[in-house]
């Protein structure tokens, strides 16, 4: 890659940058220029890679005479036949066994107290996440080498992960720069000619996913690197001037993108700062605390003065005006979500209307209701619910609302498993459904599967009717919820509430969305844990007129279609940038 094709390639970084793992790709893609010669410009004057591969061989035969290399039979001089990708004609390209001695560690026993907390650095797999190595995790004494046969590397070599679960997705490579061992699960290449591990470092892995994809193995627990293959891998080899300049430009490229790293982070801090303060005072009706340093939308412009939120209806301006530049992640939009359920359950997102019925003679009304329906036998009596007390109220809801409990503004009841045995109880037709299976629909029907009329005769079941509002107690699914769309019943794991009379089904929804990290919260046992019933009928309610309860769902609906909206911008965004990344990545190759 020219300077004029980089200088390119950063142009269109600029319209990219914030395409997801585009920096990451962007380094990828540099390795990749770099072990296939489009990196940097070819010299004529360099001395041929036909001399770098004579010092090699003779090197090998040196160290093969006093006996610090085997004499294995050095592989032909050029293996370019074995590349997937071509390189330069006056490059050569060797095997990594005619390259440098390849070798492992092991692990001195931990029985052996003598063997270990020494001086000597000791690497793992663990320890092979930055370019250079020089201080290992875990250290063992000069008779943890010499009695058990390790191999004292000198600065200089290639640290490979050999065998590792992360060989699924990358190939770490570092270089000690201090005398070190390592354990088994590391492969260790010692260069014959030294001053060249860092090319090399370079080649390895800009060849990753050639060796991800040969010589790593598959279908194993853990992942591993087929060593008798392996040990063959060609290698691209430059004259030594270009592998000088390949990997000078490396370097600074490198340090280009941790430069855009580091603006994308900043970038992204700032935006996560305003936003997380924006919904902050939306909840608490306070005023923005962060803004970024410049006094701008993170990756938008600058905030006019009259938008600098001081209460509650500013805040809420400010987030809906700046929304395309303040939200760019789907964790943004859950908030986002979250934060609408607060203000909706809170009297804070419609306003209130002085001509509509209080909801303390809408709670008379209900208590009528419940009245009349025990009499006629339809629901039974219950317990008395605790009354509200000051410990009970979390917010303060407009005073048109009344604190109750959810026991008092429904029918609520839970269902049951007829026993297995007896197949006359299944396959009735009777939807019969399960807590993993409410997904949050307002309109859900049918089931996996069905009871019969006889189970439900015989066993402990609560009819539930179409509009009825269930909520999952049991597991990772607690406080998952669904409003029926017919007639159904459910298993022990599932509660559900026919509401009374001037409770709309579809606002207590809300509610119980809103508050699904309190039912996590007071969840009890470990493998399994479950919410009762008990403690859902006892929670405290904020209830508003029954028109501020419709008002309130339609406004909620209309901002979740634009949550959804977002979503969907931020998908087509992220796959406009891939694309372009693409587009960039492919122009400067070509």
Not at 192 to 214: C, H, P, S, V, W
Request: charged share 25%.
């Amino acid at each position: 890659m020219t300077n004029g094709s980089s200088t390119s390639l950063l142009n269109h970084f600029d319209r990219i940058a914030e395409a997801p793992d585009a920096v990451p790709r962007l380094r990828r893609f540099i390795l990749d220029l770099a072990v296939r010669g489009k990196l940097v410009p070819q010299d004529p004057n360099d001395e041929p890679a036909s001399e770098l591969l004579k010092r090699i061989k003779a090197e090998k035969v040196r160290l093969a005479n006093a006996g610090k290399a085997k004499t294995r039979q050095i592989s032909p001089s050029d293996d370019r036949a074995m590349l997937s990708f071509d390189v330069p004609k006056h490059w050569a390209c060797l095997p990594l066994n005619a390259i440098g001695t390849l070798s492992g560690g092991m692990t001195p026993s931990k029985n052996r107290l003598d063997y270990w907390d020494g001086e000597v650095n000791w690497f793992s797999p663990k320890d092979i996440k930055s370019e250079e190595l020089i201080v290992s995790g875990m250290k063992i004494t000069p008779a943890g080498v010499s009695e058990t046969g390790l191999q004292l590397y000198r600065p200089g070599c290639l640290f490979m992960v050999a065998r590792s679960g992360i060989l699924k997705r990358t190939f770490p490579v570092s270089i000690n720069r201090v005398a070190a061992t390592v354990n088994q699960d590391l492969k260790v290449l010692a260069p014959f000619i030294k001053g060249m591990e860092r090319y090399l470092q370079i080649a390895l892995k800009g060849m990753t996913d050639f060796i991800l994809g040969n010589h790593v193995k598959t279908g194993t627990t853990v992942q591993s690197l087929k060593f008798e293959g392996f040990e063959y891998l060609p290698l691209p080899l430059p004259p030594n001037e270009e592998q000088h300049r390949i990997v000078a430009k490396v370097d600074e490229l490198m340090a280009l993108c941790d430069q855009l790293e580091a603006a994308q982070t900043k970038r992204e801090r700032r935006r996560d700062r305003l936003v997380a303060a924006t919904l902050h005072g939306l909840n608490d009706g306070a005023a923005i605390s962060v803004v970024d340093e410049a006094g701008n939308v993170a990756g938008g412009g600058e905030i006019p003065a009259s938008d600098v939120c001081s209460n509650f209806e500013n805040n809420a301006r400010f987030l809906f005006n700046h929304l395309p530049n303040l939200i760019t992640r789907p964790e943004q939009i859950k908030q986002l979500r979250q934060t609408i359920l607060n203000l909706a359950v809170r009297g804070k997102l419609v306003p209130q209307d002085p001509n509509d019925e209080p909801a303390s003679v809408l709670l008379k009304r209900i208590e009528v209701e419940k009245k009349n329906l025990i009499k006629a036998g339809e629901i039974r009596k219950g317990g008395d619910l605790p009354q509200i007390g000051d410990a009970d109220i979390s917010l303060r809801p407009p005073s048109s609302w009344e604190w109750v409990r959810l026991g008092s503004i429904g029918d609520w009841g839970s269902g049951s498993t007829p026993p297995r045995g007896n197949s006359e109880y299944y396959d009735g037709g009777i939807p019969w459904l399960k807590s993993g299976e409410l997904e949050d629909r307002t309109d859900l029907k049918g089931s996996e599967e069905t009871v019969s009329e006889i189970a439900i005769s015989k066993c402990s079941f609560r009819k539930n009717k179409p509009g009825d509002v269930l909520i999952a107690m049991y597991g990772a699914t607690i406080g998952k919820l669904a409003i029926l769309g017919e007639s159904a019943v459910t298993n022990q794991a599932v509660c559900g509430c026919t509401p009374f009379d001037g409770v709309y089904n579809r606002y207590l929804f809300l509610y119980l969305l809103s508050r699904r990290s309190n039912f996590h919260a007071q969840s009890e046992g470990g493998a399994q844990p479950n919410i009762s019933k008990i403690k859902i009928i006892n929670s405290p309610f904020p209830l508003p007129p029954l028109a501020e309860q419709h008002r309130i769902v339609v406004k909620v609906d209309e901002l979740m279609a634009l949550c959804d909206e977002l979503e969907v911008r931020i998908t087509s965004s992220s796959t406009t940038r891939y694309q372009l990344l693409d587009a960039a990545l492919a122009e400067v190759l070509a």
